[in-house]
T-cell receptor, first 111, second 110 residues
C-alpha cells in the first residue's frame, strides 16, 4: 500500500540558513499534518492543511511557513535556522476514519 | 488543557511475559484515541484507533482497550521484535491535531 513520502530524508544546514521539507500524502487523503520530534521527545504538532487551506496551527515558530499545493503535496519552509530546530520532522496524512498515517520523517541537523 | 500521560516510561520484559501499557488522558471531548509504534529514527506506525469507552481492538499479540479516562495496550506473549516505543495520542473534537504522550519504551529480551 502507498505510504506518505517525505524528502529529503536527511538535511544538514548551517545556522541562519533556510530549509524546505516536502511531503507527498497517501493518494486520496485530503489533510496533511506536520509534526516536530526532538530527541527523546514526543511529536509536537506544527500545522495542518485541508484542501489547500490551513486548518489548524500549533506551536510553529514565525520563522516557519507551510503550504499545500493543488496536487495535495505540502512543503514546510524554515528560515533563519537555529540549533534548536534540529529534530525529526514528520508529515502525516489523514484517512476518512481520522487516522493519521506518518511518513518516515526528515532528520534536520543544524550546525 | 488536553493532556496525555503514559506509564511506565520504560518496560523490560522477557520473551513470553505478558504486560500492559497505560495511557491516561484528559481531553475536552474525545474524538479518537490512537496507538502508534515507533522504532528509533522512524515515523510512528499506526496500530489502533478507539472512539468510545468500552471499545476494544486486537491485532496479533496486541489488544487496545478504552475507558473514559484511560486506555491500555495489552501485549500477550511478546517477542523481541515487539521492542519499540509505543505512543498514545488523543484528538479532541474541536481540533485536527494529535496530542501525544511521551511514550513507553518497551524492550523484550529472548
Amino acid at each position: 500500500a502507498a505510504g506518505v513520502i517525505q524528502s529529503p530524508r536527511h538535511l544538514i544546514k548551517e545556522k541562519r540558513e533556510t530549509a524546505t521539507l516536502k511531503c507527498y500524502p497517501i493518494p486520496r487523503h485530503d489533510t496533511v499534518y506536520w509534526y516536530q520530534q526532538g530527541p527523546g521527545q514526543d511529536p509536537q504538532f506544527l500545522i495542518s492543511f485541508y484542501e489547500k487551506m490551513q486548518s489548524d496551527k500549533g506551536s510553529i515558530p514565525d520563522r516557519f511557513s507551510a503550504q499545500q499545493f493543488s496536487d495535495y503535496h505540502s512543503e514546510l519552509n524554515m528560515s533563519s535556522l537555529e540549533l534548536g530546530d534540529s529534530a525529526l520532522y514528520f508529515c502525516a496524512s489523514r484517512d476518512p476514519t481520522d487516522t493519521q498515517y506518518f511518513g518516515p520523517g526528515t532528520r534536520l541537523t543544524v550546525l | 488543557e488536553d493532556q496525555v500521560t503514559q506509564s511506565p516510561e520504560a518496560l523490560r520484559l522477557q520473551e513470553g511475559e505478558s504486560s500492559s501499557l497505560n495511557c491516561s488522558y484528559t481531553v475536552s471531548g474525545l474524538r479518537g484515541l490512537f496507538w502508534y509504534r515507533q522504532d528509533p529514527g522512524k515515523g510512528p506506525e499506526f496500530l489502533f484507533t478507539l472512539y468510545s469507552a468500552g471499545e476494544e481492538k486486537e491485532k496479533e499479540r496486541l489488544k487496545a482497550t478504552l475507558t473514559k479516562k484511560e486506555s491500555f495496550l495489552h501485549i500477550t506473549a511478546p517477542k523481541p521484535e515487539d521492542s519499540a516505543t509505543y505512543l498514545c495520542a488523543v484528538q479532541a473534537f474541536n481540533t485536527d491535531k494529535l496530542i501525544f504522550g511521551t511514550g513507553t519504551r518497551l524492550q523484550v529480551f529472548p
